[in-house]
C-alpha cells in the first residue's frame, strides 16, 4: 500500500501563494489517478482537485479554478499542488490520496488512503 506525506503548508496573507507537496513511497503511483482534498474547522472534508494517471487531465472545483494547479513528478513519485491568489476560505488542513475511482467529470472518489495533512492558513 502508499504511504502519503503531505507538505508545504504554512501561514499567509491574502493574495499570497504556497506549493504543497504530497510525497508517496512504497508503491509508485503513476497508474493511479491523484486527488486533493481540505478540511477546515467544523466542515466536512471537501474535494479540491485531480490529475488523471497520465497527468494529461485534470479537473478543479469552482471554487478554486484558475487559482490552483495540480501537477505530478512520476521520477519523484510526487504531486504538487500550485496555490496562488489564496484567500482566507482556503484556509483549511490539505490531504492528497489516490483516487480509487475517477468520475466522468474529474471528480475523485478516494480510495481512502491519507497522509497526515498540512495546515494552510490564510490571513485577512
Known amino acids: 500500500q502508499v504511504q502519503l506525506v503531505e507538505s508545504g503548508g504554512g501561514l499567509v496573507q491574502a493574495g499570497d501563494s504556497l506549493r504543497l507537496s504530497c510525497a508517496a513511497s512504497?508503491?509508485?503511483?503513476?497508474?493511479?489517478?491523484m486527488g486533493w482534498f481540505r478540511q477546515a474547522p467544523g466542515k466536512e472534508r471537501e474535494f479540491v482537485t485531480s490529475i488523471s494517471w497520465s497527468g494529461s487531465m485534470t479537473y478543479y472545483t469552482n471554487s478554486v479554478k484558475g487559482r490552483f494547479t495540480i501537477s505530478r513528478d512520476t521520477a519523484k513519485n510526487t504531486v504538487y499542488l500550485q496555490m496562488n491568489s489564496l484567500k482566507p476560505e482556503d484556509t483549511a488542513v490539505y490531504y492528497c490520496?489516490?483516487?480509487?475511482?475517477?468520475?466522468?467529470?474529474?471528480?475523485?472518489?478516494?480510495?481512502?488512503?491519507w497522509g497526515q495533512g498540512t495546515q494552510v492558513t490564510v490571513s485577512s
Open positions: 490520496t489516490p483516487c480509487s475511482t475517477l468520475q466522468y467529470s474529474g471528480r475523485c472518489i478516494s480510495s481512502d488512503s
Open positions: 512504497g508503491r509508485p503511483i503513476s497508474s493511479y489517478a
